[in-house]
């Protein structure tokens, strides 16, 4: 018969191990997310650049913006700035192939800058809200 000590040992040998199988299992589901969100966006891509698909087009420049608001671009204006041209370029892109949505988009970026200037003066944070001379694209006002 096994001693106590010997059982507790067996018993978190297992639960490591258990573990490990659960994390590997994770990490390769994550994998196959990601090379599932890069095979889509590769055809969004290719729906929308080559064969100027308005609403592929419309969707891209909202990932655009997306990017642009990550917080991996908080502190990048020029990245951010390219996201954001890119944005406009895919709206007045999905505007010219018809897309209604793409000329809204569009007009309402210029129209309330980049980033857009909140309501209540302060972003959630608390921070005030951006000035007209930090905005990366400013209003048509």
């Known amino acids: ?19 490990r199988k659960e994390k590997e299992r ?31 087009l419309v969707h891209l420049g909202n990932m655009a913006l997306e990017r642009a608001n990550s917080s991996d671009l908080k502190k990048d204006v020029d990245k951010r700035r390219a996201e954001i041209e890119k944005a406009v370029d895919f709206f007045q892109r999905a505007g010219m192939a018809g897309s209604r949505v793409g000329w809204y988009n569009l007009g309402n970026l210029l129209w309330t800058g980049y ?17 007209q001379e930090e905005k990366i694209v400013k209003p048509d006002l």
Do not use: Y
């Open 115 to 131: 980033p857009a200037s909140e309501a209540g003066g302060e972003e959630e944070d608390g921070d005030l809200a951006t000035t």
């Open 1 to 19: 018969e096994k001693s106590t000590k010997s059982q507790g040992i067996t018993v978190v040998k297992t639960l490591v191990k258990e573990t």
């Open 26 to 56: 994770e990490q390769k589901e994550s994998d196959e997310e990601k090379q599932a969100l890069q095979r889509a966006t590769d055809l969004l891509e290719l729906a929308a650049l080559q064969h100027h698909h308005p609403v592929a």
